[in-house]
């Protein structure tokens, strides 16, 4: 079962992210969080720990991936896991893109985050 602080970790996160805040985003990850942001072209698909995600945070900047996550809902799914669904905006106003996040809590803090530009069917 996950609790309000989970939810507000994850918002957290999201918020951070879309102030491109590093260290906001980090405060929220365990320290060997399992990452998995989306496959945006340059990136790689999976990052281990507060290095990796300095790693993909980097490279997000370097290539200039200027997308924006807006969450509507973040909720309990199975397993103790939180499911964050939004929308990506990535520039082009007319093209939005449905979001989904599967997250998984150890301590309080995001130990495992799957991102992915799917239905939440795909997530089940």
Do not use: Q
Not at 16 to 29: T, V
């Amino acid at each position: 079962m996950s609790s309000h602080a989970d939810v507000a970790t994850v918002r957290r996160w999201f918020d951070a992210f879309n102030s491109r805040n590093l260290e906001g985003m980090l405060a929220c990850m365990h320290p060997y969080v399992d990452f998995h942001p989306l496959r945006l072209p340059g990136l790689e698909s999976a990052y281990s720990g507060h290095a990796g995600v300095r790693e993909w945070f980097a490279e997000l900047l370097r290539l200039e991936h200027h997308h924006r996550i807006e969450l509507a809902e973040v909720s309990a799914s199975s397993g103790g896991k939180l499911v964050a669904a939004g929308t990506l905006r990535a520039g082009d106003p007319a093209a939005p893109a449905s979001f989904w996040a599967l997250e998984r809590f150890e301590g309080g803090m995001i130990i495992a985050s799957h991102h992915f530009l799917s239905d939440r069917f795909h997530l089940r």
